[in-house]
């Protein structure tokens, strides 16, 4: 069984930023990939970023390209999503991923977090 506990949204004004973390539990997250996505009201949940267990490699939605990154620390069982340039559309429930594989495959998550609300005001 695997756990993943997200923490670190908030209210931030735009332009601001913002470091989400993701604690897992369990010996599988340090052979998974894992990933953020967020939802907004109304709208359906999307990817924002993910990251590879093997090498590290990520990928990022076009509208986290140049202002979020995602890392992880395996010791720590962390990944993170640090968001900068903020701006009131990125408001959103952001959830962290595990992936069942090592790599980024669409469609084989097998985990999710709780949640996280991050608001950016204008």
């Known amino acids: 069984q695997v756990q993943l506990v997200e923490s670190g949204g908030g209210l931030v004004q735009a332009g601001g930023s913002l470091r989400l973390s993701c604690a897992a539990s369990?010996?599988?997250?340090?052979?998974?990939?894992m990933g953020w996505f967020r939802q907004a009201p109304g709208k359906e949940r999307e990817f924002v970023a993910a990251?590879?267990?093997?090498?590290?490699?990520?990928y990022y939605a076009e509208a986290a390209k140049g202002r979020f990154t995602i890392s992880r620390d395996n010791a720590k069982n962390t990944v993170y999503l640090q968001m900068n340039s903020l701006k009131t559309e990125d408001t959103a429930v952001y959830y962290c991923?595990?992936?069942?594989?090592?790599?980024?495959?669409?469609?084989?998550?097998?985990?999710w977090g709780q949640g996280t609300q991050v608001t950016v005001s204008s």
């Open positions: 990251i590879t267990w093997i090498g590290g490699r990520t």
């Open positions: 991923a595990k992936y069942a594989s090592a790599v980024v495959d669409p469609g084989t998550i097998d985990y």
């Open positions: 369990g010996r599988t997250f340090r052979s998974s990939a």
